[in-house]
C-alpha cells in the first residue's frame, strides 16, 4: 500500500456520461498529480495542484477539470465521455510539489472503461 | 514541445542477460528520476540523479546521468524474472519545473 488512495478502482460507463475519479494524497504531501496512461502507453501528464491551487497543467482536454480540496484530496472530472478516454487514471503525491524534484507516491490507478 | 523519449521501446531478454534503456530528454533536466511498474501495478519510484555524470548503484541497477543532463541509463546486470515490467525515466517540465513528464518507457521481459 503506498498510501495514496485512489476510487473507484474500476468503473464502466458509456459515451456522452460524466464521471469523477477521487484521490487521497499520501499522508504529508501537500501536491497532487494526475496522469492518464492508455493501452500499453506512458505516463501523460494532465494536472497538478499544491494545497489547493492549479500548479501546472498538461494536455488535459476541456472536457476534464480537476480541484484539490481543503482536506487536501483531489477529484478528476470527466465529462461528455468518449471511447478514446478509456484508460487507466493514476494519481500521485509529493511532500512539496513546488519543484521538479519532488519523488511522486503514486495510487493503484482508477481504471476508467467507455463502452 | 519537450519530449522525453526511450530507448528501446520493447526489450526481451533471457534470465541472466543483461539489460539497458536509454533516455533522452530534448532539454536540459535539472534533475532524473526512473521509476518501474510491474504488469497491472503502479509505477514505483526507483531513484533520482541530480549532478552531471552521476552514477548511483542498487544492487543490480546502475544508472547515469548524462554530462549534458539531457540523457540518462539504467542498466540491469544479470536479469531475473523479478525485473519485469516498464521501466520510465522522468524529469521536471520546460515550461514549469514542477510538473514532472515521464518518458515513454522501455518493457522488459524476461525468458526463464
Known amino acids: 500500500d503506498s498510501g495514496v488512495t485512489q476510487t473507484p478502482k474500476h468503473l464502466i460507463t458509456a459515451t456522452g456520461q460524466r464521471v469523477t475519479l477521487r484521490c487521497s494524497p499520501r499522508s504529508g504531501d501537500l501536491s497532487v498529480y494526475w496522469y492518464q496512461q492508455s493501452l500499453d502507453q506512458g505516463l501523460q501528464f494532465l494536472i497538478q495542484y499544491y494545497n489547493g491551487e492549479e500548479r501546472a497543467k498538461g494536455n488535459i482536454l476541456e472536457r476534464f477539470s480537476a480541484q484539490q480540496f481543503p482536506d487536501l484530496h483531489s477529484e478528476l472530472n470527466l465529462s461528455s465521455l468518449e471511447l478514446g478516454d478509456s ?13 521538479g524534484a519532488n519523488v511522486l507516491t503514486f495510487g493503484a490507478g482508477s481504471r476508467l472503461t467507455v463502452l | 514541445g519537450q519530449q522525453v523519449m526511450q ?23 535539472s534533475n532524473i528520476q526512473w521509476y518501474k511498474q510491474r504488469p497491472g501495478g503502479h509505477p514505483v519510484f526507483l531513484i533520482q540523479l541530480v549532478k552531471s555524470g552521476e552514477v548511483k548503484k542498487q544492487k543490480r541497477l546502475t544508472f547515469q546521468f548524462g554530462e549534458a543532463k539531457k540523457n540518462s541509463s539504467l542498466h540491469i546486470t544479470a536479469t531475473q524474472t523479478t525485473d519485469v515490467g516498464t521501466y520510465f525515466c522522468a524529469g521536471p517540465g520546460y515550461s514549469s519545473a514542477s510538473k514532472i513528464i515521464f518518458g515513454s518507457g522501455t518493457r522488459l521481459s524476461i525468458r526463464p
Open chain 1, 87 to 99: 484508460a487507466l487514471y493514476f494519481c500521485a503525491s509529493s511532500k512539496t510539489g513546488l519543484s
Open chain 2, 7 to 29: 530507448i528501446p521501446q520493447y526489450q526481451h531478454v533471457q534470465e541472466g542477460e543483461d539489460f539497458t534503456t536509454y533516455c533522452n530528454s530534448s532539454t536540459t533536466l
